[in-house]
């Protein structure tokens, strides 16, 4: 089955600094990458998607690159403020006939102000 | 944040009892989940539901039971199988495959 593995587990950064998480898949197959925010005592919330069809796509400060070839995606975020502090998931799957979404570790991002 | 809804917030289990978890989504939705969450693990996919009926074990239904009666409802039960039940659950549901997921605020089961 599907394997991602999710790195750094922890990350701190100072405010207005950039912050990156990488993730690396097992399944060529996969074609589905997703990136969930988890706020303290709060639920998972998809932030940003990416499908093999494209190498990148930005919302506002986020962006996610996928190097189909290396089995690796990132998330990055410019201009980190206090409130992107939270636990970032990635995930994988592939678009045959099963739901099976494997997550990461995840990634505990604190930003200083 | 309506919309998928997980109770009771907090459960305690005994030694050998069942336990049911609720999900309740008022989305629409044909698909739905149940993951389980520990610190430093992720979510890790216990079954799922592509629709009403029909139920799929995922990595680590061990120990787990669900039932798709309604397309609404997707309830879990932990039974006294699962030697290891504390931990953090999470009900989600999702429009289809490959889509986003709507998760609930999760259920924190302890054992007495």
Known sequence: GENVEQHPSTLSVQEGDSAVIKCTYSDSASNYFPWYKQELGKRPQLIIDIRSNVGEKKDQRIAVTLNKTAKHFSLHITETQPEDSAVYFCAASRSSSNYKLTFGKGTLLTVNP | ?112
């Open chain 2, 1 to 112: 944040d309506g919309g998928i809804t997980q109770s009771p917030k907090y459960l305690f289990r005994k030694e050998g009892q069942n336990v049911t978890l609720s999900c309740e989504q008022n989305l629409n939705h044909d698909a739905m989940y149940w993951y389980r969450q520990d610190p430093g693990q992720g979510l890790r996919l216990i079954y799922y539901s592509q629709i009403v009926n029909d139920f799929q074990k995922g990595d680590i239904a061990e120990g787990y039971s669900v039932s798709r009666e309604k397309k609404e409802s997707f309830p879990l039960t932990v039974t006294s199988a699962q030697k290891n039940p504390t931990a953090f659950y999470l009900c989600a549901s999702s429009i289809s495959r490959n889509e986003k997921l709507f998760f609930g605020s999760g259920t924190q089961l302890s054992v007495l």
